[in-house]
């Protein structure tokens, strides 16, 4: 490839990447369609998992379920030149497909934006966080994000550029401009991101706070023993969250770098780190299986259940 957009991006690539591409991708698409279906399941089955909080977090199982049918989709359009990769490169097909991944991107960032919102109310005003969220109001706040980040990602494809009737391959630099790509990294990304950031500092300088006055009242055997159980499971709740955070912030720092450069420049980028930037993204959709289940117990304990369950069947 010599920087020409409209060609396979990796069409100079060997068998063994192929090879390594697909399988990378395989793997990730099992775990992240299977664990968020187990998580899904899991918290609409189980009453004492019905909380606000864990309907956010079901929900955004929702949208990186889907992120993962849709993401390999889109990717199918990087391999070889084949009937799959005209198809997808087709314009209609493409823009909409780019649409939905951007779509679906955006929704799971904004959810754990709403998910850090949650711990925050939790730590700061702790004895009216089940004032301030209700089921309801999480309902809403769901439903509000499914269709806030849908508008913004259509308005964006309203104005995409749809003179590239002769693509060979669906890649997003042929349907963005630089400024779009720009404004989608912005929103995507950066907001999310610092939001979090934000709201993490306040976070863990009140929970420092909270733990000196509570030493200092009590003692510190009272926090060591667990007779400040409410504080501690909110704690505990709010570290499982900025898991789920920082590895957010982690995977999209370099994809929001690799987005910018590549519509910028237009050149040759070697497909390996296409390919590392984009698998970075794809397991953030994965490791949030394991952080939320490696951290609640009561979570893991009704999931094993009913997995038992489902294979005694």
């Keep these: 490839m010599s920087g020409n957009l409209n060609e396979n991006p990796l069409g ?15 793997i ?16 609409l089955r189980h009453r004492d998992l019905q909380q606000p909080c864990n309907y956010m977090i079901a929900s955004l199982a929702v949208s990186d ?6 993401y390999p989709i889109y990717n199918l359009g990087h391999l070889r030149d084949s009937s799959i990769t005209r198809f997808l490169a087709q314009r209609t097909v493409c823009e909409g497909l780019i649409t939905t991944v951007q779509w679906l991107e955006m929704n799971s960032a904004y959810h754990l934006v709403a998910i850090t919102i949650n711990r925050y109310i939790a730590i700061v005003k ?10 309801r109001r999480a309902a809403v706040v769901i439903c509000t994000i ?15 550029n749809r003179d590239n009737k002769e693509a060979k391959v669906c890649r997003y630099e042929l349907i963005f401009t630089e400024a779009q790509s720009i404004i ?38 009272f926090l ?28 999209w720092v370099p994809h929001c770098t690799y987005i910018v450069y590549s519509v910028a420049c237009q050149c040759y980028i070697s497909p390996y780190i296409r390919l590392s930037t984009r698998m970075l993204v794809y397991t953030n959709n994965a490791i949030n299986i394991f952080i939320y289940a490696g951290r609640i117990h009561l979570f893991r304990k009704l999931a094993m259940k009913d997995i038992k369950q489902c294979c005694s069947i």
């Design 146 to 160: 499914w269709i806030t980040t849908l508008v913004t990602s259509a308005a964006i494809y309203s104005t995409t």
């Design 65 to 70: 379920l889907l992120f993962g049918i849709f």
């Design 126 to 135: 702790p004895l009216q966080y089940h004032v301030y969220l209700t089921c």
């Design 12 to 26: 100079e690539a060997n068998f063994e990447y192929f090879v390594f591409y697909v399988t990378i991708f395989l």
């Design 28 to 43: 990730l698409t099992l775990i992240i369609v299977g664990g968020n279906c187990v998580i899904i399941v899991t918290v």
């Design 184 to 221: 989608l990294t912005i929103f995507s990304g950066v907001i999310p991101i610092s939001v979090m950031v934000v709201l993490y500092t306040i976070i863990a300088r009140i929970a420092r706070k909270h733990i000196r006055d509570i030493a200092a009242c009590c003692g510190a055997d």
């Design 224 to 251: 060591k023993l667990g007779k400040h159980h409410v504080f501690r499971r909110e704690m505990r709740s709010t570290l499982t969250v900025s898991l789920l955070v920082g590895y957010f912030a982690f995977v």
